[in-house]
């Protein structure tokens, strides 16, 4: 390469950069940088107080008893079906992955007979109320630390209600409802042609 095409590629090198800083030195002068008393649009921002409200106020929606008096027995066994390869709910069946749910609903925690349930289950103790059944049925590993079940959880609060529903309706003498849910039932069997 002789020295007259190094220099082309050096002039042309140096051309380009000329021209860069040129038109970046060109559009400083153009467009001036005005700062703004106000935005044109305003952007409004949550604060992590006012994030923390809404959260609190998607989380109330429904009570779990409301959501219980509206529910059937009919729609909780079609969503339980994601729970039939672990759970069997036959009077005296057997023990799958998971323990039978025959009379689930009000009965100790841990204490189907024939099944190892976890440290994590056996320590909680207490009885499984309409609020428990709802918490585990969410997500079975916050409400019990180290349990066995592997189920990620039903995020639908309509779903939680309609399996406990179901499972409730698995007992020869189904646990009274919550006094709110056994209101709104009681007011839907009232025929309004009977009533004067």
Request: proline share 4%; aromatic share 8%; glycine share 8%.
């Amino acid at each position: 390469m002789n020295s007259f095409e190094i220099n082309k590629i050096v002039m042309a090198f140096l051309l380009t950069i000329l021209v860069v800083f040129g038109i970046s030195g060109l559009t400083e002068i153009v467009y001036e940088d005005h700062e703004l008393e106000s935005n044109a649009y305003p952007i409004e921002v949550k604060t992590a107080e006012a994030a923390s409200d809404d959260a609190d106020e998607e989380e109330q929606g429904p009570t779990l008893a409301s959501l219980l008096a509206a529910s059937s027995a009919d729609k909780g066994e079609k969503v339980f079906k994601k729970c039939k390869a672990c759970h069997t709910v036959d009077n005296g069946g057997k023990n799958l992955v998971g323990p039978n749910l025959w009379n689930v609903v009000g009965r100790a925690k841990g204490s189907v007979e024939g099944f190892a349930y976890s440290g994590g289950m056996t320590a909680k103790g207490g009885d499984w109320s309409y609020e428990d059944l709802d918490a585990f049925l969410k997500k079975p590993k916050d409400f019990i630390d180290g349990t066995k079940m592997s189920f990620a959880g039903l995020k639908k609060p309509a779903d939680r209600a309609a399996i406990i529903a179901y499972l409730r309706s698995l007992s020869d003498a189904p646990m009274n409802l919550p006094a709110e849910a056994a209101e709104t039932v009681d007011a839907a069997e009232v025929d309004p042609a009977t009533v004067d």
